[in-house]
């Protein structure tokens, strides 16, 4: 199915700037970027997509219920890809208001503002809308036996306060298909990684704290298991879903790159070796930056998903493997320090040219 409209939340942080740019790259829809821009969101992650008559901008919090509305009335989506969310561990225990207020209750005043818009539409309307809802597998919680993977049939076990509000909405969702009607898709996936991924994640922070002659810090041994996947892979994924997934279903997105995090550093910094050969003052060796500090609570062990539905189901399969996505993530980071540089400094926050809402 061929979606004309697609309203995107959370447009400018990592994974919406990425969808943003494969529809406008990649396909002729016309694509409204729903955005509340808090730190996160980054408009010079989407600096060519601007330029695009296809494309426009809502400065608006999805916890606003009167503002959605007119967004849904003006510009009359034929489908939502909702990734607007708070995502970083550490911020969620130091504090989950935030996350509660967003993940929980902005998903759910998104919800209604669909399902009332959704209500009004003609019966062919109404039949292709989509609600496809973006979520994590860290809902999961933890895997302790080595064998075992994240189905989309896993018991949700939440570990933070991030995971349980994401385990929140993907509830609210499925509730929402359930009671309503409300035709929904929801996807739950890996680690992402590569280009314009904010700093304070574990890849970019890994990558700037080296070229910076900054220690390299790693949680408890560093032998936590992540999987892998590089953001444009997961961008496809997405659009695959909205397009032709089963409704009411849910799909595991992964990247079958199952790695240690200790692993993860030790191999940026030996890519630094060869691609940024002159070193900060001081530093002879990336590696010998990197510096091991206390385990934060509740930190999962491993995580690691099935991805066998989507791949049977709708033809999605990885394209990078870690080796060849990490290549060209610590790459863009050599050749773009003017876009970090920008975060770093927080002049990024400063580009506000072309809102609308």
Request: with cysteine.
């Amino acid at each position: 199915m061929v979606h004309k409209k697609i309203l995107v939340t959370g447009g400018s942080g990592f994974i919406g700037s990425a969808v943003i740019r494969h529809l406008i790259e990649q396909t002729q829809q016309d694509v409204a970027n729903l955005d509340a821009l808090t730190y996160a969101g980054n408009l010079e992650s989407l600096s060519f997509a601007s330029d695009s008559p296809r494309y426009r901008l809502y400065h608006v919090d999805i916890c606003d219920a009167k503002a959605l509305a007119q967004v849904f009335a003006e510009f009359q989506p034929s489908a939502v890809m909702h990734l607007a969310a708070e995502s970083h561990v550490d911020r969620s225990i130091d504090g989950p208001d935030a996350f509660i207020q967003t993940n929980i209750v902005g998903t759910f005043t998104l919800l209604e503002a669909a399902r009332c818009y959704w209500s009004t539409l003609n019966i062919g309307a109404r039949e292709a809308f989509r609600f496809h809802h973006i979520s994590t597998d860290e809902v999961y919680g933890d895997l302790e036996d080595p064998k075992e993977l994240f189905r989309e049939t896993t018991p949700y076990a939440p570990s933070s306060p991030y995971s349980a509000s994401k385990a929140s909405s993907d509830h609210l969702v499925r509730a929402w298909h359930r009671t309503y009607g409300l035709p929904v898709l929801i996807t739950n996936c890996s680690n992402n990684y590569g280009p314009f991924h904010f700093p304070e994640k574990l890849i970019p922070h890994v990558i700037l704290n080296a070229l910076h002659g900054k220690p390299i810090p790693v949680y408890g041994d560093g032998s936590q298991i992540r999987d892998w996947l590089f953001v444009e892979d997961h961008a496809r994924a997405l659009c695959r879903v909205v397009a032709a997934g089963t409704i009411g279903e849910t799909y595991n997105i992964g990247g079958h790159n199952e790695i240690r995090n200790l692993e993860v550093v030790q191999t940026i910094c030996e890519l630094l070796e060869e691609l940024a050969p002159e070193k900060p003052e001081g530093v002879l060796f990336y590696r010998d930056l990197i510096t091991f500090v206390k385990d934060r609570p509740g930190h999962d062990q491993r995580y690691a998903i099935d991805a066998s539905k989507i791949k049977r189901e709708l033809g999605w399969v990885p394209r990078e493997s870690f080796e060849t996505g990490i290549r060209k993530t610590v790459r863009w980071y050599l050749d773009n320090p003017e876009w970090w540089q920008r975060v770093l400094s927080g002049d990024y926050r400063l580009a506000r040219l072309g809102e609308r809402g």
